[in-house]
């Protein structure tokens, strides 16, 4: 019994002590940024800066719905990225920042006004998500495995589309290439005011 009980303590040990030794444990804030164009980040470093809510405060998580179906994952990313590229298109920041957790994306999205190429004017229909799958949908974050085809950038990618609640609203917080659990650190990351 007690063998059981150290083997146990010991298990327990190494799994905290992999976790410590991952990357973007040590306490230093990461940055992370939309993509805009086809490529998507493939950085080892993701997460963003972070500030903690006033104890006893209501977190924006309780007024929004956890993402429990294909249907729904598919119509938020399609309103969220239709939010991102119309904002590109017409250069206004406002419109991004109804769509995106982080300054890093804010500024992204700004510094590809005017140099973001489209075929026609973004349009909801405009933006195709197949092989969709839900990695993650909680009340805190949702993670979703889409292939994206914009066809009025006549532009495809795949990846997990990171969302996460901000101002009430679920928001894109980043785009991983690979379905590796690497993703699960922007879930774990609370989210800075946008300025």
């Keep these: 019994m007690f063998g059981r009980l150290a083997a146990g303590l010991i298990v327990?040990?190494?799994?905290?002590?992999?976790?410590?030794?991952?990357?973007?444990?040590?306490?230093?804030?990461?940055t992370s940024?939309?993509?805009?164009?086809?490529t998507v980040s493939s950085s080892s470093e993701?997460?963003?800066?972070t500030t903690t809510p006033p104890p006893g405060s209501t977190t924006d998580s309780d007024t929004v719905e956890v993402i429990d179906t294909v249907e729904e994952a598919e119509e938020l990313?399609?309103?969220?990225?239709f939010g991102w590229f119309e904002g590109i298109y017409l250069e206004d920041e406002e419109r991004i920042k109804e769509v995106v957790a982080s300054?890093?994306?804010l500024d992204a999205a700004v510094a590809a006004f005017g140099?973001?190429?489209?075929d026609f004017p973004p349009t909801p229909e405009g933006i195709v998500l197949t092989e969709i799958e839900i990695l993650r949908a909680d009340s805190e974050c949702t993670?979703?495995?889409?292939?994206?085809e914009v066809t009025f950038r006549a532009a495809t990618t795949e990846g997990v589309h990171l969302l996460r609640i901000f101002q009430g609203t679920w928001h894109m917080v980043n785009l991983w290439q690979l379905r590796g659990d690497l993703w699960s650190q922007d879930c774990a990351a609370q989210l800075e005011p946008l300025s």
């Design 46 to 49: 993701p997460a963003i800066t």
């Design 12 to 30: 327990i040990g190494l799994a905290i002590g992999v976790w410590l030794l991952w990357p973007g444990n040590d306490g230093t804030p990461v």
């Design 33 to 38: 940024t939309m993509p805009t164009e086809t």
């Design 143 to 148: 993670a979703v495995w889409a292939k994206l």
């Design 77 to 81: 990313l399609r309103n969220l990225w």
């Design 103 to 105: 300054q890093n994306q």
């Design 115 to 118: 140099v973001m190429t489209f």
